[in-house]
């Protein structure tokens, strides 16, 4: 019987593999807080707008993690893709907003953290295309300390 304090292997591992990427972990917080405030969109708006948010969400966690596995030859492209995808949640959030499903505060706690994912993402496409300058910040990895 596993204790209750101990890892789950597969957390573990992940956790490891990604402890510099900065942009992922990033992109898992706001995709999670969106999944609290989808609960309170009304039903028939939630099963539409609301999960199509939390697919793209999802769409782009996981092409952002097989992006930053590629070799670099092979990034540009498919971090093209995660900055369309990106734009997409921005636009879909917008709409939400203005049409009243999600209130003010709830906008307000989503637009710095996509803010900060965008600027990461630019930073991220700006090293692909300047390799000679290596910019952690940009990559959205830590530097060590």
Known sequence: MQSPQSPRPSTLSLSLSLEKATILGHIKETYLLWVTIAVHIPKEQRYTIGTRIENKFLDLLELSYATYFTPRERKAEKLDRCI???DIIKFLIHI????KLISHEQYASLAPKLEQIGTELGGWKKSLNNPEKKNHA???VEKKK
Not at 96 to 99: F, I, P
């Open 96 to 99: 939400t907003w203005e049409e």
């Open 84 to 86: 369309y995808i990106f």
């Open 138 to 140: 940009a990559l959205g």
